[in-house]
């Protein structure tokens, strides 16, 4: 059990530094995008795009992050109401139905989207798009190994790397 929880620590970390190295790449793009703009009159259109991607790959590595650290939203009002048991047992099943989501929408339907995306090029940046839908099925791989984990600790009474007596 410690070793699960030292990967999910690890994990965090990782998507935790690359979210926050992808945000300060960003917003040093837009100082840059906005000085060419305004300050040099010669507007920079691979910055755009470029921004526009890094948002898109900083937003669903933050939505994996969130998953990993159960942080995200959720009504507790029935759950709250519940014994001990079927908590567990309701957050258990959360966690599966997250898990199927994340293989069937962000696994298979990323790797379709990058079908198609390799007969798409950007034309600003000259690369194929399915190097920028690539994030679909990896964001869906960490989504669903966080929820193994998850499903693991809820199993063994453990919330956050801690024991729940």
Not at 55 to 60: E, K, Q, R
Request: hydrophobic share 55%; net charge positive.
């Amino acid at each position: 059990m410690k070793t699960i929880i030292i990967w999910k620590k690890y994990m965090n970390r990782v998507l935790g530094a690359a979210c926050a190295v992808l945000l300060a790449f960003m917003s040093f793009l837009t100082c840059y995008q906005v000085f060419m703009r305004y300050v040099v009159k010669n507007p920079s259109t691979m910055s755009e795009d470029i921004l526009s991607y890094s948002f898109v790959w900083v937003s669903l590595m933050a939505t994996a992050l969130v998953f990993g650290e159960r942080d995200h939203m959720n009504l507790t009002f029935f759950l709250d109401k519940m014994s001990p048991i079927i908590k567990i047992v309701l957050q258990i099943l959360s966690e599966v139905l997250i898990m199927l989501v994340a293989v069937v929408v962000f696994v298979f339907g990323g790797n379709k989207f990058m079908d198609v995306g390799a007969l798409q090029v950007s034309p600003t940046l000259g690369i194929t798009m399915n190097l920028v839908y690539s994030i679909l099925p990896i964001c869906g791989i960490i989504i669903a190994v966080y929820s193994i984990i998850n499903v693991i600790e809820l199993a063994y009474g453990y919330k956050d790397g801690k024991e729940v007596v």
